[in-house]
């Protein structure tokens, strides 16, 4: 079993719709990244996350450390939003563990 | 715009070969990591570099190495390249301080491909 798990692995979506990508991790961390990766491979940091909730833009991700559990949100999507969503743990130094990834595509 | 910039982006190399794959930091950007991301995976952690030491490491063989300059920026080395090294190597780079963790930037990557 992965450390970190997402789901869905994959979602399509209508523009306009208001999505949820979750995130659960069975270990102790320090901070969550959130990161969203392009199909030409570069990684945009979108949060960083140690407890409660943070919002940018059409972006909300919240934190229940006791429950070892994050979501990202993406309210009102847009074709542009599709990409590959991960999830990444922090435990210590830079050792990210990072989720399989979630797939999103936003159709117009 | 992340600040941090990989070179080359793209490049082919064969089994056995060395490559240097290079990163471009932020000033003041302290701490660099590596990750290898295989095709469909997830990136995997090699390894940390905290003002020109390293001071982790991931489940990487010796023939990865890597150095940290002092004008924030870095170098990732693998030897004798085996089939399986052909991926997409992505640094990271934050400000590191007693008080401050500071965010985290990626670069775009380098592709390598190892014939």
């Known amino acids: 079993k992965n450390e970190v798990e997402q789901s869905p692995q994959n979602l399509t979506a209508q523009e306009g719709e208001f999505i949820t990508i979750n995130c659960s991790y069975s270990?102790?961390?320090?901070?969550l990244h959130w990161l969203q990766q392009h199909p030409g491979g570069g990684i945009v940091s979108l949060f960083m996350l140690s407890s409660g909730k943070k919002k940018h833009g059409r972006l909300i991700a919240t934190i229940n450390i006791q429950e070892k559990h994050s979501s990202l949100h993406i309210t009102a999507s847009h074709p542009r939003d599709s990409a590959v969503y991960i999830c990444?743990?922090?435990?210590?130094?830079?050792?990210?563990?990072f989720g399989t990834g979630t797939r999103l595509q936003v159709f117009p | 715009e992340t600040g941090v910039t990989q070179s080359p982006t793209h490049l082919i190399k064969t089994r056995g070969q060395q490559v240097t794959l290079r990163c471009s930091s932020q000033s003041g950007h302290n701490t660099v990591s590596w990750y290898q991301q295989a095709l469909g995976q997830g990136p995997q952690f090699i390894f940390q570099y905290y003002r020109e030491e390293e001071n982790g490491r991931g489940n990487f063989p010796p023939r990865f190495s890597g150095l940290q300059f002092p004008n924030y920026s870095s170098e990732l080395n693998v030897n004798a390249l085996e089939l399986d090294d052909s991926a997409l190597y992505l640094c990271?780079?934050?400000?590191?301080?007693?008080?401050?963790?500071?965010?985290?930037?990626f670069g775009e990557g380098s592709r390598l491909t190892v014939l």
């Open positions: 270990v102790g961390i320090s901070a």
């Open positions: 990444a743990v922090k435990r210590y130094t830079d050792k990210l563990i």
């Open positions: 990271a780079s934050r400000m590191t301080s007693a008080a401050n963790t500071g965010e985290l930037f």
